[in-house]
């Protein structure tokens, strides 16, 4: 068990939806992180939050956002539901800032399926 | 444009013997590299780092072993175990990524008793 938590475990939904994945951090971490990934493919990194304040983004689309709130847990808002977001999310801890350089733990994953 | 690439999807290891992963990049600025394992229905774990000012870093049964100026890095693990069956991501970051991490596909390894 990794301290990360996200929910839902798993989500079906249509095209045009919205949804929202939470993520809570481990304890004392400041850093999160989400990212995609697609069927036989890496994760693709699309945003980071460190301390409540936008980090970083990666490949995230103008209909995907984030936040982060002043307890420290993250939602990740998808909207205009496309087939081609259908992936597994995950979201991931740090204690650090530097993503790259600093060990991320992460959540099991949501599942995402979009019909 | 695929800048971290572990080109084997799977590999195939007899319990006891070595397990080799490959991965290779093209981004000369990365200079931080980590090895995480999944295990299905669960998010990936960290394995082991190495930094650019390093060849080779080892933990245990794990030993990661950086060539920079053929820009590819591989993961040993022995002896292998049938717990080490999972996927391997490779990734990397730098300057060029903000140092967030780039991830490779990954590599399933199959340990066969």
């Known amino acids: 068990d990794s301290g990360v938590t996200q929910t839902p475990k798993h989500l079906i939904t249509a095209t045009g939806q919205r949804v929202t994945l939470r993520c809570s951090p481990r304890s004392g971490d400041l850093s999160v992180y989400w990212y995609q990934q697609s069927l036989d493919q890496g994760l693709q990194f699309l945003i980071q939050?460190?301390?409540?304040?936008?980090?970083a983004k990666g490949n995230i689309l103008e209909r995907f956002s984030a936040q982060q709130f002043p307890d420290l847990h993250s939602e990740l808002n998808l909207s205009s539901l496309e087939l081609g977001d259908s992936a597994l999310y995950f979201c991931?801890?740090?204690?650090?800032?530097?993503?790259?350089?600093?060990?991320?733990?992460f959540g099991p994953g949501t599942r995402l399926t979009v019909l | 444009d695929q800048q971290v690439k572990q080109n084997s999807p799977s590999l195939s290891v007899q319990e006891g013997r070595i397990s080799i992963l490959n991965c290779d990049y093209t981004n000369s600025m990365f200079d931080y590299f980590l090895w995480y394992k999944k295990y299905p229905a669960e998010g990936p774990t960290f394995l082991i780092s190495i930094s650019s000012i390093k060849d080779k870093n080892e933990d245990g049964r794990f030993t990661v072993f950086l060539n920079k100026s053929a820009k590819h890095l591989s993961l040993h693990i022995v002896p292998s175990q049938p717990g080490d069956s999972a996927v391997y991501f490779c990734?990397?970051?730098?300057?060029?990524?903000?140092?967030?991490?780039?991830w490779g596909a990954g590599t399933k390894l199959i340990i066969k008793p």
């Open positions: 939050y460190y301390n409540g304040e936008e980090r």
């Open positions: 991931a801890s740090s204690t650090l800032i530097t993503g790259g350089t600093d060990t991320q733990y």
């Open positions: 990734a990397a970051s730098g300057m060029d990524s903000n140092y967030q991490l780039i």
